[in-house]
């Protein structure tokens, strides 16, 4: 997709670069016009960089590739972050004294505006007015998040987190973000399906990390098999040893708080979420900034864990907690368990048992022992169901296996809610 990211002038400007970064790691084309104030914030530079390709906010430079015509008609999307005060009337009163404010004339796809100021600015009538002007021609301004502002003081006016603002703009851009998202015919045409995979890596220094066996390979092959279903696909990734299919919205994550966020941010506007990453259960209860010495005169250091959350039972509160209505009453949970039996049951008991304690829909078994399913291509695994349906095996190639995976997704989401 062909995105326009505008950045206007405001300390926000920084955390732009990571917006940008989530951007072209999912695949996107960005040129990035930063306001002349901008770029007193983050240098022109840092834009070049990140985005590959030369930045300018004149109509005046490159005046024969006719951009202050050609990038609005041309872009799939558009996003100002952080949209000033400034900006946003510039814009809602059609001015075109730059680059950027021509782009938005000129824009023929959707528009989206992530504002950031001071609380009063915000508040002020003119602003109201002007972000009620945007909204009536069609644009998306989102509400700023609340909290710190850049003084003292706090309130309504913080930019939205990067991920927030990415997740809003491929929603708005919807279909025309993946061509086939959605679309494509098959069982899952038409749903949105977020898909977690890969193992975690919790930081101990700025060099080492905690993490697990997981190689993404059963993750990537899910959301593959949701792609040939026909579904939107959502992929939040952790560490892996595969590049996830083409086709699927990437989000790439590190640490299980990490995943933790994007997955409840993805998860509202799901019809089914996926839970097929090894999330640790614990992390590091002091990361240090720099990197841990050895030192002849003192014992080696001592880890001290704590537990991280467990992301699989938040999905399914805030399913619960969430009003009744849009996608949160008939959504489909789904888990992962690796289990090996042990002295206090076998694989199935105590699959059986996690089924009831994470309070999910399903819940696919793989049986674990090292070397014996992470990073193999060959995997059996019985899919239990929370709603009394029998267990069902699957084994063969983690294709195989995700493809018994979806058809059974699918055929659950037909009985709570059926398509059309
Ligand atoms: N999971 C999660 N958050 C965690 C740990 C696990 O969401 N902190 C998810 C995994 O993605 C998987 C499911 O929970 O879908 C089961 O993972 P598993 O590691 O087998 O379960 P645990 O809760 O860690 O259970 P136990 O340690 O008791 O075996």
């Known amino acids: 997709?062909?995105?326009?990211?505008?950045?206007?002038?405001?300390?926000?400007?920084?955390?732009?670069?990571?917006?940008?970064?989530?951007?072209?790691?999912?695949?996107?084309?960005?040129?990035?016009?930063?306001?002349?104030?901008?770029?007193?914030?983050?240098?022109?530079?840092?834009?070049?960089?990140?985005s590959g390709k030369p930045v300018s906010n004149s109509v005046f430079d490159d005046v024969e590739k006719v951009n202050h015509v050609r990038l609005g008609h041309e872009a799939d999307l558009i996003v100002v972050a952080p949209a000033t005060a400034d900006l946003l009337a510039k814009a809602a009163t059609g001015q075109a004294g730059d680059l950027l404010t021509n782009t938005l004339l000129m824009a023929h796809g959707p528009v989206l505006f992530a504002p950031a100021m001071h609380s009063e600015m915000?508040?002020?009538?003119?602003?109201?007015?002007?972000?009620?002007?945007?909204?009536?021609?069609?644009?998306?301004?989102?509400?700023?998040?609340?909290?710190?502002?850049?003084?003292?003081?706090?309130?309504?006016?913080?930019?939205?987190?990067p991920e927030v603002i990415f997740d809003a703009a491929l929603a708005l851009a919807g279909a025309a973000a993946v061509p086939s998202a959605g679309n494509a015919p098959g069982p899952l045409a038409g749903r949105t399906v977020t898909i977690t995979a890969g193992g975690t890596r919790e930081a101990l220094d700025p060099v080492r990390f905690l993490g697990n066996r997981s190689s993404g390979k059963q993750g990537a092959?899910?959301?593959q098999a949701a792609l040939d279903a026909g579904?939107?696909?959502?992929?939040?990734?952790?560490?892996?040893?595969?590049?996830?299919?083409?086709?699927?919205?990437?989000?790439?994550?590190?640490?299980?708080?990490?995943?933790r966020e994007a997955a409840l941010a993805a998860a509202p506007e799901s019809d089914v979420v996926i839970m097929a990453a090894a999330v640790a259960d614990f992390r590091p209860a002091e990361v240090s900034d720099t990197k841990i010495k050895k030192k002849d005169d003192q014992d080696a250091p001592l880890?001290?864990?704590?537990?991280?959350?467990?992301?699989?039972?938040?999905?399914?509160?805030?399913?619960?907690?969430?009003?009744?209505?849009?996608?949160?009453?008939?959504?489909?949970?789904?888990?992962?368990?690796?289990?090996?039996?042990?002295?206090?049951?076998?694989?199935?008991?105590?699959?059986?048992?996690?089924?009831?304690?994470?309070?999910?829909?399903?819940?696919?078994?793989?049986?674990?022992?090292?070397?014996?399913?992470?990073?193999?291509?060959?995997?059996?695994?019985?899919?239990?169901?929370?709603?009394?349906?029998?267990?069902?095996?699957a084994a063969g190639s983690k294709a195989d296996v995700a493809a018994?995976?979806?058809?059974?997704?699918?055929?659950?989401?037909?009985?709570?809610?059926?398509?059309?």
Not at 149 to 160: E, F
Not at 236 to 253: I, K, N, Q, T, Y
Request: net charge negative; with cysteine; aromatic share 4%.
């Open 303 to 393: 880890l001290r864990l704590v537990r991280n959350p467990d992301i699989l039972r938040e999905l399914v509160e805030q399913r619960g907690s969430a009003a009744v209505g849009g996608k949160h009453s008939s959504q489909l949970i789904v888990g992962f368990a690796a289990e090996t039996g042990d002295a206090d049951g076998d694989v199935l008991e105590h699959a059986r048992a996690k089924l009831a304690r994470k309070g999910c829909d399903l819940l696919v078994v793989n049986h674990v022992g090292i070397g014996r399913v992470f990073g193999q291509d060959e995997t059996s695994v019985v899919i239990l169901s929370g709603h009394g349906a029998g267990p069902q095996s």
């Open 122 to 161: 915000w508040q002020h009538p003119a602003t109201r007015a002007n972000v009620e002007t945007l909204r009536s021609r069609g644009a998306t301004v989102l509400e700023p998040a609340v909290g710190r502002l850049t003084g003292a003081d706090s309130g309504p006016g913080r930019l939205p987190e």
């Open 1 to 50: 997709m062909r995105i326009i990211l505008g950045v206007g002038g405001g300390i926000a400007a920084y955390k732009v670069a990571s917006l940008l970064r989530l951007f072209t790691e999912a695949g996107h084309d960005v040129t990035v016009i930063p306001t002349e104030a901008a770029t007193r914030f983050v240098g022109t530079a840092t834009w070049e960089a990140l």
């Open 221 to 223: 092959a899910l959301a």
């Open 404 to 420: 018994a995976v979806i058809d059974r997704i699918g055929a659950e989401l037909e009985r709570v809610s059926p398509a059309g």
């Open 231 to 259: 579904a939107r696909v959502r992929f939040l990734a952790a560490h892996m040893d595969v590049e996830p299919p083409s086709g699927v919205e990437l989000v790439r994550v590190e640490s299980a708080l990490e995943l």
